[in-house]
């Protein structure tokens, strides 16, 4: 038998099918949520980590852009930050 056409009946069915669906929702919906968050917070020190990078005065090639940018690790990222404020080129942000 197919469950996945089954039209259940029972009140004791329908209620647990119920608070199933809404636990699997909340779960998934803070996971996507927790998610989201952390790559938009890398997105934006990745930025922040730029900008400051080209304030200075230093050079950005395209490769250190595409590293900066390609980072998803918010702490990478800080780390690439407090050595910015005194590298003398982007490049030193890695050593």
Do not use: N, P
């Not at 980590?49 to 990222?77: K, T």
């Amino acid at each position: 038998m197919k469950l996945d056409k089954y039209e259940w009946q029972s009140e004791f069915a329908l209620t647990h099918r119920a608070e199933g669906f809404a636990e699997g929702f909340r779960q998934g919906f803070a996971e996507g949520f927790a998610e989201g968050l952390a790559k938009g917070l890398a997105k934006g020190l990745a930025k922040g980590l730029l900008l400051l990078l080209e304030a200075r005065g230093l050079d950005v090639s395209a490769g250190v852009r595409a590293q900066v940018e390609g980072c998803s690790d918010s702490e990478q990222i800080e780390r690439w930050i407090r050595r910015a404020v005194s590298a003398d080129s982007a490049e030193d942000l890695f050593d």
